[in-house]
Nanobody, 123 residues
Framework: QVQLMESGGGSVQAGGPLRLSCAAS????????LGWFAQVPGQESEQIAT????????HYADSVKGRFTISQDTANQTLALQMNNLEPEDTGMYYC????????????????WGQGTQVTVSS
C-alpha cells in the first residue's frame, strides 16, 4: 500500500515562502497522479495542485495559481510544493495524495493520503 509522509510545514509571515515535501513509498504504479490538498479551518479540503508522473502535466486551483508550484523528483520518489507570496487565507493543514490514474484533476485524488503538515501564515 502506498505510504506518503509530508514535511516542511511551519509558520511564516504573509508574503513569505514555504516549501512542502512529500516522500512516497511502497507503490507499484508505473505512472500515476500526485497532488496536494489544503484544508482551511472550517472548510472542506480542497485539491490545490496535481502532477502526472507519466509526463509532468500539472494543474492548479485558481486560489493558488501563479503562487504555488508542484514538482516531482522521480529518482527520490518525492513530491514538492513551493508556496510563494503566502496569504493568511492559506493557513491550514496540507496533505499530499496519490492515485493510480492518468487524469489527475477532474476527480480528487483518493487512493492514498499522508498525515498532513500544518501551515500557518500570519498577517
Amino acid at each position: 500500500q502506498v505510504q506518503l509522509m509530508e514535511s516542511g510545514g511551519g509558520s511564516v509571515q504573509a508574503g513569505g515562502p514555504l516549501r512542502l515535501s512529500c516522500a512516497a513509498s511502497k507503490y507499484t504504479w508505473s505512472s500515476y497522479c500526485l497532488g496536494w490538498f489544503a484544508q482551511v479551518p472550517g472548510q472542506e479540503s480542497e485539491q490545490i495542485a496535481t502532477i502526472y508522473t507519466g509526463g509532468g502535466k500539472t494543474h492548479y486551483a485558481d486560489s493558488v495559481k501563479g503562487r504555488f508550484t508542484i514538482s516531482q523528483d522521480t529518482a527520490n520518489q518525492t513530491l514538492a510544493l513551493q508556496m510563494n507570496n503566502l496569504e493568511p487565507e492559506d493557513t491550514g493543514m496540507y496533505y499530499c495524495a496519490a492515485d493510480a490514474k492518468h487524469e489527475c484533476w477532474s476527480d480528487p485524488l483518493s487512493v492514498a493520503w499522508g498525515q498532513g503538515t500544518q501551515v500557518t501564515v500570519s498577517s
